[in-house]
Each structure stands twice: as structure tokens, then as C-alpha cells.
């Protein structure tokens, strides 16, 4: 990833040494393979959405136990929550590597829609 300082107008990049990318819909056993404590191939993580005992790992989408901040639920994975967590961590990363305050999760889910077959759908939304 490339970014600009914001002080400096420096261009800089981040570099890592490993990222993993998978889709589905439920975590993913490499959580467990890989020697996370994971429960249902999901981890935990911080409110911004680090890995709690490394604040350099950042995990997101369908293999992040997220909690909603207001019920305390594990959010379902969905995709319409994947999109908000891989904005929010890409802003945490630029952060973290420019010095910024870093942005905790938050999440206000669109609505949902259901295919019912070729012709029909369901769906509800927030008002």
C-alpha cells in the first residue's frame, strides 16, 4: 500500500511479509492451522479490528468475531460487513504507520435481501 505523510508529504509503503486472502461465507480453518485460538474458525479482535495479542495483525471479514458495540452480539458474516471492516482497516493502517489515532469499528448493517429462487426476492432494510 502506498500512502503520502500527512506531515511530511513524503510517499511511503507499507510492506508485509504475508496476507491472506479468502472468501466464503464462515471462517476458515487456516485460523485454527495457523495456531490463532479460534471458536467456530472465527478469532476475536479488538475494536479495531487487530489481532489482541499483535496490533500489527488486523483480521477482517468472515474470519473475525466481531462484536456489536451497542448489544454485544457477534455480528454474521456478510459481505455488506466485510466491505465496512476492509475501509476502516485500511484507514487503521495508514494511521498506525503515520502516527494518527487509529479508527474503532462501528456498524450500521444497510438491510438485508434474500433470493427466493429465479423470481422472487425478500428483503428489509433500516427506515
Known amino acids: 500500500m502506498h500512502y503520502a505523510?500527512?506531515?511530511?508529504?513524503?510517499?511511503?509503503?507499507?510492506?508485509?511479509?504475508?496476507?491472506?486472502?479468502?472468501?466464503?461465507v464462515r471462517g476458515s480453518s487456516v485460523m485454527a492451522a495457523s495456531g490463532y485460538q479460534a471458536k467456530q474458525n472465527r478469532m476475536s479482535v479488538t475494536p479495531y479490528l487487530q489481532d489482541p495479542a499483535d496490533d500489527r495483525i488486523y483480521i477482517v471479514g468472515?474470519?473475525?468475531?466481531?462484536?456489536?458495540?451497542?448489544?454485544?452480539?457477534?455480528?454474521?458474516t456478510t459481505a455488506q460487513l466485510a466491505l465496512v471492516m476492509g475501509k476502516i482497516t485500511g484507514k487503521n493502517v495508514l494511521a498506525a504507520v503515520t502516527g494518527y489515532?487509529?479508527?474503532?469499528?462501528?456498524?450500521k448493517s444497510l438491510g438485508?435481501?434474500?433470493?427466493?429462487?429465479?423470481?422472487?426476492?425478500?428483503?428489509?432494510?433500516?427506515?
Open 5 to 24: 505523510d500527512r506531515e511530511t508529504d513524503e510517499n511511503g509503503e507499507v510492506v508485509a511479509g504475508t496476507i491472506i486472502w479468502a472468501t466464503g
Open 62 to 76: 468472515d474470519v473475525a468475531a466481531v462484536t456489536d458495540s451497542k448489544t454485544g452480539q457477534i455480528l454474521l
Open 101 to 107: 489515532e487509529l479508527t474503532p469499528f462501528t456498524y
Open 112 to 127: 438485508t435481501v434474500c433470493s427466493i429462487g429465479n423470481t422472487s426476492v425478500i428483503g428489509g432494510g433500516r427506515r
